[in-house]
């Protein structure tokens, strides 16, 4: 089956402690991106990838990381989180051409940073 | 970074009804696309548009490419309680996608 996967799907933890969502696709995707969600804000973009060794920054990169060394993960990282990191992350996934690839979008990573 | 104003905010209606809502950008996209969330879940495409005043439909859902490039709306027809949910629209150029608020639709059986 044709997936985003996205682990863990909860996730409480404490300020400064360093943790890591990891993302993982199945449909030979290039393009990966996380995005957070947050009430009556909608979905904004943290980091994107177009390829392997390949990421940019989104519309909120502070206080996150990306990297892409393989085609199917694309992991984010929080080094130091802190209480404004409280939120739902999603990964999504397309392939890179163009106008005809919509996004396809993990189940979600529900983070609290206490 | 750039918002697209979706509205209402959220909606509550009865069974059976029709709903409508918009997105409106101050930017032109190339793409307008229509998600929908279930509780818990990720957003699930539902429509995408990809010429300026495209109407498509599918199934009860009807959505339309704004002739601007500017806007675009989605209408539910015949409401039934599984169209609960949280729905997004999004404005794609190239491969910057841009979310609405969304909308919080509520159904009264």
């Known amino acids: 089956e044709a997936q985003v996967t996205q682990n863990p799907r909860y996730l409480i933890t404490v300020t400064g402690k360093k943790l890591t969502v990891t993302c993982s696709q199945n449909m030979n995707h290039e393009y990966m991106s996380w995005y957070r969600q947050d009430p009556g804000l909608g979905l904004r973009q943290i980091y994107y990838s177009m390829n392997v060794e390949v990421t940019d920054k989104g519309d909120v990169p502070e206080g996150y990381k990306v990297s892409r060394k393989e085609k199917r993960n694309f992991p984010l990282i929080l080094e130091s989180p802190s209480p404004n990191q409280t939120s739902l992350y999603f990964c999504?996934?397309?392939?890179?051409?163009?106008?005809?690839?919509?996004?396809?979008f993990g189940n979600g990573t529900r983070l609290t940073v206490t | 970074g750039q918002q697209l104003n979706q509205s209402p905010q959220s909606m509550f209606i009865q069974e059976g009804e029709d709903v409508s809502m918009n997105c409106t950008s101050s930017?032109?996209?190339?793409?307008w696309l229509w998600y929908k969330q279930d509780p818990g879940e990720g957003p699930v495409l539902l429509i995408a548009l990809y010429k300026a005043g495209e109407l498509t439909s599918n199934g009860r859902l009807t959505a339309q490419f704004g002739i601007t490039r500017k806007d675009s709306f989605l209408n539910i027809s015949a409401s039934i309680p599984s169209d609960v949910g949280i729905y997004f629209c999004?404005?794609?150029?190239?491969?910057?996608?841009?979310f609405g608020q969304g909308t919080r639709l509520t159904i009264n059986p």
């Open positions: 999504a996934s397309s392939f890179l051409t163009g106008l005809n690839s919509p996004l396809h």
């Open positions: 930017s032109i996209f190339n793409t």
């Open positions: 999004a404005g794609q150029r190239a491969q910057k996608l841009v």
